[in-house]
């Protein structure tokens, strides 16, 4: 099993910046993979960005140039630093991990979200 906490978010005016922290409960060496999703009001939830375990990045064009992912594996937690903040922004963000177990199962993991608010 693998708690994931997430923190940072908050009320920011437009073009403001926010860094989401997410904590796991256990090493994130191994993990296969983690990410960042949102969803907002009446929407269904879309992937922001995501990061392998080599630490290789994806990132949702919406976003491109405004947000980094990033990975701590010392802290076993994982950033997502967002700069020039638009309202669109405006939703709960999530915390993910894919967690690849020695039977090749794989267990999705998330956390319980954080809610990102973008004034205009």
């Known amino acids: ?8 978010g908050g009320l920011v005016q437009s073009g403001g910046s926010l860094r989401l922290s997410c ?3 256990r090493s994130i060496s191994s993990f296969h993979a983690m990410g960042w999703y949102r ?4 929407k269904q ?8 375990s080599s630490s290789s990045t994806n990132v949702a064009d919406s976003v491109k140039g405004r947000f ?3 990975r701590d594996n010392a802290k076993n937690t994982m950033y997502l630093q967002m700069n020039s903040l638009k309202p669109e922004d405006t939703a ?3 915390c993910n991990a894919d967690v690849l177990y020695r039977d090749a199962t794989l267990e999705k993991y998330w956390g319980q979200g954080t809610q990102v608010t973008v004034s205009s």
């Open 1 to 8: 099993q693998v708690q994931l906490v997430e923190s940072g």
């Open 23 to 25: 904590a796991a409960s």
């Open 39 to 42: 969803q907002a009001p009446g």
């Open 45 to 52: 939830r879309e992937l922001v960005a995501e990061i392998s």
């Open 68 to 70: 980094t992912i990033s």
């Open 92 to 94: 709960v963000y999530y």
